[in-house]
């Protein structure tokens, strides 16, 4: 999920008033967005069909979803200043052609370890393409019509969010010609050349920003203190938890301590503007998307994995069953947006919504349970994650200086890659190490109390001047 911040800005040289192709140009920047968005949450499916014939430990399905995610978060940390300094369109068919190749990789791959090093393949080279879109659309569309611009990704990922698994699960069930689950990712190929030779037709040239330094040093830091807190929680189960995983875990926080007092001392280009970690509301909300990421992309692997291999579903069955919380999840954007005056209380609400749903989904997970007897609970477990995934980013970027737009912007979307990471981590790791779904639900439960704790730090109202879409 990216945030995007939609506050209209003035026309500039490089901004014409009405780029000539800017729809067109939207929907290649689009199908971008949904590829990446396909790929994120695939595996959820597929994973376990894709071990048994892979091979490896439980953590490779694990490792199928962090993999991606942590390359996603180390390079959106770069992603966009790239952007700035090569130009938003360069970056954008580097994104674009990487991501595909990253897919041939995956569906060819022959060993855990290659599909791995696929994973992040995709991971970086989606890093590169998807902060380019904001960037791209500011240039092509007048004020007037910016918002109207935006207005169209909320349906388009919400669809996507819908799709994906379904067509996971179909393409693993159909195995056309013989594929099986490697489909999922040569599907990409062709929507990768069309979008290739659409980008390069209708993406506006806009010369790079003049004096934009990387802050490689910082993206280094953030990068490895990720990776030593996901890596020892994905595999240190399988191991009996050994020294050397706790010490990661330990190292992990000493390198986001040396990486804030780095960012507080860099003078000129920061990775994260220093003036951010000065405001209670932005540290706060950090914690909060961190914690709330967490708990829901750990619930929907959980669902995956519980559904196919604890009750063995097919993939495609299992896939349309989680398909209620998809939609409570736009309901729940939806109802959010209409009550976004109450600011922090619809978020509360959403926690409490959400947590009692997977407290009922632990009560009905029992062996024989049905797609049907488990969809109310999933209804409003999606409903709860709409209610506060709506006001999330308007009321912690409410906070923040029109200076510190872009830095904020980066820092949370980070957050939520780094959330997602830590989730797949956490609860797949407690679902594999316990074998109770039931354990993992209560683990998961207690992280969306976390979230409502937190919550509580959050300012009371958010701006409505600036919305986000995923």
């Known amino acids: 999920m990216t945030a995007l911040d939609t506050r209209p800005t003035v026309a500039t040289p490089q901004q014409p008033a009405a780029y000539r192709w800017r729809w067109p140009a939207l929907f290649v920047i689009l199908a971008g967005s949904v590829m990446e968005l ?29 993999a991606y995610t942590l390359a996603m978060t180390a390079g959106l940390l770069t992603g966009g200043r790239l952007g700035d300094i090569v130009g938003r369109k360069r970056m954008f068919l580097i994104g674009v052609v990487g991501f595909t190749i990253g897919s041939l990789f995956c569906a060819v791959a022959v060993s855990p370890e290659a599909m ?121 189960g399988e191991h009996g938890w050994p020294l050397w995983s706790f010490a990661m875990m330990a190292a992990s926080a000493v390198t986001f301590a040396c990486f804030v007092a780095y960012e507080k001392r860099r003078d000129r280009d920061p990775l994260i503007a220093p003036s951010l970690f000065r405001k209670p509301a932005f540290v706060s909300g950090l914690a909060v998307g961190a914690i709330y990421f967490a708990a829901f992309g750990g619930v929907l692997l959980v669902i995956g994995l519980y559904t196919q291999l604890g009750l063995g579903y097919s993939p495609l069955k299992a896939a349309l069953t989680g398909v209620p919380s998809s ?24 926690a409490v919504v959400m947590g009692t749903a997977v407290l009922a989904l ?11 007897q488990l969809a109310p609970a999933l209804v409003f477990v999606g409903l709860g994650s709409g209610l506060i995934m709506g006001p999330y980013f308007t009321i912690v970027m409410a906070a923040v ?38 354990i993992t639900l209560a683990v998961a439960a207690a992280m969306i109390a976390a979230t409502f704790v937190v919550g509580l730090m959050l300012p009371g109202q958010g701006s409505t001047d600036t919305e986000f879409v995923h």
């Open 38 to 66: 396909l790929d994120a949450t695939v595996t959820h499916i597929a994973g376990p069909t894709m071990r048994t014939e892979l091979g490896g430990g439980t953590s490779l399905i694990q490792w199928l979803g962090a």
């Open 116 to 236: 791995i090093a696929a994973r992040v393949v995709q991971g970086l080279f989606g890093a590169a393409m998807i902060p380019q879109g904001l960037g791209l659309m500011k240039e092509m569309f007048p004020p007037k019509e910016l918002q109207a611009a935006f207005g169209l990704f909320g349906p388009v990922m919400g669809l996507s969010a819908i799709g994906g698994p379904i067509l996971a699960g179909w393409l693993v069930s159909a195995d056309l010609f013989g594929t099986g689950w490697r489909m999922i990712f040569l599907i990409n190929l062709p929507i990768g050349v069309a979008a290739v030779l659409a980008a390069a037709r209708f993406l506006p040239s806009s010369p790079p920003a003049g004096g934009v330094r990387l802050d490689l040093p910082g993206a280094a830091l953030a990068s490895l203190g990720t990776v030593l807190i996901v890596f020892p929680l994905v595999q240190g």
């Open 327 to 350: 939609l409570g999840m736009i309901v729940g954007m939806g109802i959010a947006q209409a009550t976004q005056k109450y600011g922090r209380r619809v978020l509360l609400a959403g």
């Open 362 to 372: 632990l009560v009905v997970a029992e062996p024989g349970v049905t797609p049907w």
């Open 401 to 438: 200086d029109p200076q510190e737009t872009g830095s904020a912007s980066g820092a949370l979307t980070a957050i939520q890659q780094v959330g997602n990471a830590l989730g797949l981590a956490v609860l797949g790791t407690v679902y594999f190490g316990t074998g109770s779904v039931e």
